[in-house]
T-cell receptor, first 114, second 109 residues
Framework: NAGVTQTPKFQVLKTGQSMTLQCAQD?????MSWYRQDPGMGLRLIHY???????DQGEVPNGYNVSRSTTEDFPLRLLSAAPSQTSVYFC?????????????FGPGTRLTVL | RKEVEQDPGPFNVPEGATVAFNCTYS??????FFWYRQDCRKEPKLLMS???SGNEDGRFTAQLNRASQYISLLIRDSKLSDSATYLC??????????FGTGTRLKVLA
């Protein structure tokens, strides 16, 4: 199993550009989520999905869109990039390892918006 | 009060020392709690879960104090490889997790 994969690993955008961060998991987990991590702020939930076709907003959803057409994929779209969206983005899927509820994170995408 | 609060550290300890971190939470309805470990510029990984009063796994012990609304992580016989940031995680409702900002640990040779 590859677990959770994310692409790209690094990205530089100009203000106003749009892009999609890709996330895929091969563990057949229903629950997937996107976080951003900024210094001193911890991980903050952007959007999450509890299954194909079902998404909801997290703590900081503004400026981001998601969709979930398959169980495996959960892309995050930046509609019009702003410098405030410079951050490290982590995708995660959630499932049970034995009795333990576990979130598995992808390796992250480091995004800089100029 | 923040939903999840941690001392950012850093905690600098010598190899072999015992070190403990606390994490306070505000949602008294939370039933399960987690400690994740994050190495520099890497993704977080689950270290331990706490569902009742405590959990032990080798050199690591996690304890829960519901009355005072905090969980702790105790690391015995610290190794250089334990150097990392430790994130406290508390569920918020059925689908959301709230992450603390993390406590940095440096184990010194």
């Amino acid at each position: 199993n590859a677990g959770v994969t994310q692409t790209p690993k690094f990205q530089v955008l100009k203000t106003g550009q749009s892009m999609t961060l890709q996330c895929a998991q091969d563990m057949n987990h229903e629950y997937m989520s996107w976080y951003r991590q900024d210094p001193g702020m911890g991980l903050r939930l952007i959007h999450y999905s509890v299954g194909a076709g079902i998404t909801d907003q997290g703590e900081v959803p503004n400026g981001y869109n998601v969709s979930r057409s398959t169980t495996e994929d959960f892309p995050l779209r930046l509609l019009s990039a702003a410098p405030s969206q410079t951050s490290v983005y982590f995708c995660a899927s959630r499932g049970y390892e034995g009795p333990t509820d576990t979130q598995y994170f992808g390796p992250g995408t480091r995004l800089t918006v100029l | 009060r923040k939903e999840v609060e941690q001392d950012p550290g850093p905690f600098n300890v010598p190899e072999g020392a015992t070190v403990a971190f606390n994490c306070t939470y505000s949602n008294s309805a939370s039933q399960s709690f987690f400690w994740y470990r994050q190495d520099c510029r890497k993704e977080p990984k689950l270290l331990m879960s706490v569902y009742s009063s405590g959990n032990e796994d080798g050199r690591f012990t996690a304890q829960l104090n519901r009355a005072s609304q905090y969980i702790s992580l105790l690391i015995r016989d610290s190794k250089l490889s334990d150097s990392a940031t430790y994130l406290c995680v508390v569920p918020s409702g059925t689908y959301k997790y709230i992450f603390g900002t993390g406590t940095r640990l440096k184990v010194l040779a």
